[in-house]
């Protein structure tokens, strides 16, 4: 399979649902919640498998406190481990390995050189040249704080930005792809400084990436009960509480068969390019309430419909 598609005129339409949320709450009782593509079943209803495929872009690891790429890999397989090895759930996960190209259509038009970055406004562009297909999941790397900035609230002004992770789920149609796919992609803000042991003054990997992969599997942002999906970090956690596993179970349950078929979250003739910002989007959630006095960090999970078209000759 290639690594790179060709480059593209691109007309895009954006559908964006974007959370943006921090909330410190009393567990009181289950609250496990869907993203939009738990919406629709997960990858086992969007894609029929049970065994969504994911790649490692590790040409955009961080170097932060001198980790190698062994280190850092082994703590994101970690992860995915973690969640496909719930007792009675039919998740599993497939690694494909990283050819060196270009797989994430979420971090702008220049791959992650930008700015321009994408972020779900009205100018914004996807990366033409991403393989989008050569994954469900893809782990894009460590990109800089001006991503997240921009992120926040559609300038870049150099405030170190509050987010940590993101995770981009969406449908993506072009030339790759006869029909609209679901793609899954998770980026880190490389402005923290990160480590494999959660030290005081880091962020750790692996706790990072479990949250950000619960997003990918379908599952959204709840603060009713202590979960790894809390949309705050807080320290190390690398187990999944029940809560979590309530929700795994109930996207992936065990010997369950794939029904497909979902629709597109957003359809229009290709005569007309809609696109919708942010800030006039219905379903916009973005919420944050600074928890205790000392550091403000938080997660992001969006999703986005993403048509690609390519233009006519002339």
Same mark, same amino acid.
């Given at each position: 399979m290639l690594d790179r598609c060709r480059a593209l005129d691109i007309k895009t339409y954006i559908s964006l649902v974007l959370g943006l949320c921090l909330l410190f709450s009393i567990p009181t009782a289950q609250a496990y919640t869907y993203n939009n593509l738990g919406a629709v079943g997960g990858w086992d209803n969007v894609e029929r498998t049970f065994s969504p495929t994911y790649v490692?872009? &590790? #040409?955009?690891?961080?170097?932060?406190?001198? !980790? =190698?790429?062994?280190?850092?890999?082994g703590a994101l397989r970690s992860a995915f481990s973690t969640w496909d090895s719930v007792k009675g759930s039919s998740l599993s996960f497939t690694e494909k390995?990283? &050819?060196?190209?270009?797989?994430?259509?979420?971090?702008?038009? !220049?791959?992650?050189?930008?700015?321009?970055?994408?972020?779900?406004?009205?100018?914004? #562009?996807?990366?033409?040249?991403?393989?989008?297909?050569? #994954?469900?999941?893809?782990?894009?790397?460590?990109?800089?704080?001006?991503?997240?900035?921009?992120? $926040?609230?559609? #300038?870049?002004?150099? =405030?170190?930005?509050?987010?940590?992770?993101?995770?981009?789920?969406?449908?993506?149609?072009?030339?790759?792809?006869?029909?609209p796919r679901w793609v899954a992609d998770i980026f880190f803000n490389d402005n923290w400084t990160w480590s494999t042991s959660g030290d005081a003054g880091?962020?750790?990997?692996?706790?990072?990436?479990l949250h950000e992969l619960g997003h990918a599997i379908g599952l959204g942002h709840e603060d009713d009960v202590i979960a790894v999906m809390n949309s705050f970090?807080?320290?190390?956690e690398t187990d999944l509480y029940q809560d979590d596993i309530n929700g795994v179970l109930s996207l992936y349950p065990e010997k369950t068969r794939g029904k497909g078929g979902s629709r597109p979250l957003w359809a229009g003739g290709l005569g007309h390019i809609l696109i919708l910002t942010?800030?006039?989007?219905?379903?916009?959630?973005?919420?944050?309430?600074?928890? $205790?006095?000392?550091?403000?960090? !938080?997660f992001a999970a969006l999703g986005l419909a993403v048509f690609i078209g390519r233009k006519s000759p002339g």
């Amino acid at each position: 399979m290639l690594d790179r598609c060709r480059a593209l005129d691109i007309k895009t339409y954006i559908s964006l649902v974007l959370g943006l949320c921090l909330l410190f709450s009393i567990p009181t009782a289950q609250a496990y919640t869907y993203n939009n593509l738990g919406a629709v079943g997960g990858w086992d209803n969007v894609e029929r498998t049970f065994s969504p495929t994911y790649v490692l872009d &590790r #040409s955009d690891y961080t170097t932060d406190l001198g !980790l =190698t790429q062994t280190q850092i890999t082994g703590a994101l397989r970690s992860a995915f481990s973690t969640w496909d090895s719930v007792k009675g759930s039919s998740l599993s996960f497939t690694e494909k390995p990283d &050819r060196g190209g270009n797989y994430d259509l979420t971090d702008g038009p !220049l791959d992650s050189a930008g700015p321009p970055w994408f972020g779900g406004y009205s100018d914004d #562009s996807l990366d033409p040249n991403a393989n989008y297909l050569y #994954s469900n999941i893809t782990f894009g790397g460590w990109l800089p704080n001006s991503y997240f900035d921009y992120l $926040e609230d559609g #300038s870049i002004d150099g =405030t170190p930005s509050n987010i940590i992770g993101v995770t981009w789920t969406g449908q993506v149609k072009g030339p790759l792809s006869k029909k609209p796919r679901w793609v899954a992609d998770i980026f880190f803000n490389d402005n923290w400084t990160w480590s494999t042991s959660g030290d005081a003054g880091t962020i750790d990997i692996e706790t990072v990436m479990l949250h950000e992969l619960g997003h990918a599997i379908g599952l959204g942002h709840e603060d009713d009960v202590i979960a790894v999906m809390n949309s705050f970090y807080t320290g190390i956690e690398t187990d999944l509480y029940q809560d979590d596993i309530n929700g795994v179970l109930s996207l992936y349950p065990e010997k369950t068969r794939g029904k497909g078929g979902s629709r597109p979250l957003w359809a229009g003739g290709l005569g007309h390019i809609l696109i919708l910002t942010i800030d006039d989007y219905p379903g916009l959630q973005n919420s944050a309430i600074v928890p $205790e006095p000392a550091t403000l960090i !938080l997660f992001a999970a969006l999703g986005l419909a993403v048509f690609i078209g390519r233009k006519s000759p002339g």
